[in-house]
């Protein structure tokens, strides 16, 4: 059974860290790039970050650009998040995406084919 859980969501102040895991079952993510989403209620769901299946390659969201870190972890099948400076706009349901690639990095959510059920982060005081 394919399947990507998120972890390491939770309620931080303003100026603080969260690291959120993405860690996958069923399937191995080597071929894989990986997407990190969020979603705030009432708005859409936005991209914040990708990397590459190949060369570990990575892309942020300007909103999130020096705040924000992706990486991932073959060896244990996991995606990281790193998210530091956070600030009550980032408060969001955050989701993690996968899609099978020679390469190339998907920056649309409608092409990633594999959905964790998300974590909330909430960014307040």
């Known amino acids: 059974q394919v399947q990507l859980v998120e972890s390491g969501g939770g309620l931080v102040q303003p100026g603080g860290s969260l690291r959120l895991s993405c860690a996958a079952s069923?399937?191995?993510?080597?071929?894989?790039?990986i997407g990190w989403f969020r979603q705030a209620p009432g708005k859409e769901r936005e991209g914040v970050s990708y990397?590459?299946?190949?060369?570990?390659?990575?892309y942020y969201a300007d909103s999130v650009k020096g705040r924000f870190t992706i990486s991932r972890d073959n060896a244990k099948n996991t995606v990281y998040l790193r998210m530091n400076s956070l600030k009550p706009e980032d408060t969001a349901v955050y989701y993690c995406?996968?899609?099978?690639?020679?390469?190339?990095?998907?920056?649309?959510?409608?092409?990633?084919?594999?959905w964790g059920q998300g974590t909330q982060v909430t960014v307040s005081s």
């Open positions: 995406a996968a899609r099978w690639t020679t390469g190339w990095v998907p920056k649309n959510l409608y092409e990633y084919d594999y």
């Open positions: 069923g399937f191995t993510l080597d071929y894989y790039a």
């Open positions: 990397i590459s299946s190949s060369d570990g390659s990575t």
